[in-house]
C-alpha cells in the first residue's frame, strides 16, 4: 500500500555484512513486484523485479524473495557496501487491473558502517 | 539503455508563480509517463498517469487544474505547478515505461525536481 509515514523503517548493518530488507504488500492481486534504490536527492533505480509465478529470483549481489502466502517481500544483499546506503523501496503491480501503475511501500533506510 | 531526465533540478518560486517542469525519455519512446510527489522521509505518491496525445489520469485528491500535465510526444512530458503555494514545495519525480516485447512494462524514472515555493 502507499506510505503516509512521518519516517522510515531503518537498516544498519556493518560493511560486508548481509543485507536483508523486508516488505510487506496489501494487494493479493499483486503479481509483479520490483525494488528500487533511492539515493538522497536522486530518483529510483530499478534494482531487480519478480513475477507471482515465482518465489525467488537473483541477480548481481542481489536477491529477492517473495511469499504470496503471506504477501512478504524481501531484498538480500550480500556483501553489503557503503555505496549501498541508500532507502530502498519496494513496488507493486497488477498489469491486468492497474496497466503500469506502481504502488510503492515505505521504504527503509539502509545505512552501510564501514 | 533507458534514460530519464528531468529539467529543471532544482527550483525556486514565489508564491503565486507557476512552474514547469519537463520530463524526456531520451533513448525510448515511452508508452506511459507518469508523475510522482514525494515529501522528505516518505514514499513516492503518484500524482498523474500521462499518455501521449490524450488527458492525463489523475489519482484520487489530485487537482488536476492545479497540477497540469501535457504529453506532447512519445518522449516527452510536462507537469506545471500552477498558483504554487509553500505546501506545493516537494520532490517531483517523473517515470516513463519502456515496453519490451513478452516482457512486463518497467519503469524509468527521472532524476527529480526538487521546488521550493517562498
Known amino acids: 500500500g502507499e506510505s503516509v509515514g512521518l519516517h522510515l523503517p531503518t537498516l544498519s548493518v556493518q560493511e560486508g555484512d548481509n543485507s536483508i530488507i523486508n516488505c510487506a504488500y496489501s494487494?493479493?492481486?499483486?503479481?509483479?513486484f520490483i525494488w528500487y534504490k533511492q539515493e538522497s536527492g536522486k530518483g529510483p533505480q530499478f534494482i531487480i523485479d519478480i513475477r507471482s509465478n515465482m518465489d525467488k529470483r537473483q541477480g548481481q549481489r542481489v536477491t529477492v524473495l517473495l511469499n504470496k502466502t503471506v504477501k512478504h517481500l524481501s531484498l538480500q544483499i550480500a556483501a553489503t557496501q557503503p555505496g549501498d546506503s541508500a532507502v530502498y523501496f519496494c513496488?507493486?503491480?497488477?498489469?491486468?487491473?492497474?496497466?503500469?501503475?506502481?504502488?510503492f511501500g515505505e521504504g527503509t533506510q539502509l545505512t552501510v558502517n564501514p | 539503455g533507458a534514460v530519464v531526465s528531468q529539467h529543471p533540478s532544482r527550483v525556486i518560486c514565489k508564491s503565486g508563480t507557476s512552474v514547469k517542469i519537463e520530463c524526456r525519455s531520451l533513448d525510448f519512446q515511452a508508452t506511459t509517463m507518469f508523475w510522482y510527489r514525494q515529501f522528505p522521509k516518505q514514499s513516492l505518491m503518484l500524482m498523474a498517469t500521462?499518455?501521449?496525445?490524450?488527458?492525463?489520469?489523475?489519482e484520487q485528491g489530485v487537482e488536476k487544474d492545479k497540477f497540469l500535465i501535457n504529453h506532447a510526444s512519445l518522449t516527452l512530458s510536462t507537469l506545471t505547478v500552477t498558483s504554487a503555494h509553500p505546501e506545493d514545495s516537494s520532490f517531483y519525480i517523473c517515470?516513463?515505461?519502456?515496453?519490451?516485447?513478452?516482457?512486463?512494462?518497467?519503469?524509468?524514472f527521472g532524476p527529480g525536481t526538487r521546488l521550493l515555493v517562498l
Open positions: 513496488a507493486e503491480n497488477n498489469e491486468e487491473t492497474s496497466g503500469s501503475r506502481l504502488t
Open positions: 517515470s516513463a515505461t519502456k515496453y519490451s516485447t513478452g516482457t512486463q512494462e518497467t519503469q524509468y
Open positions: 500521462s499518455n501521449e496525445g490524450s488527458k492525463a489520469t489523475y
Open positions: 494487494n493479493s492481486a499483486s503479481d509483479y
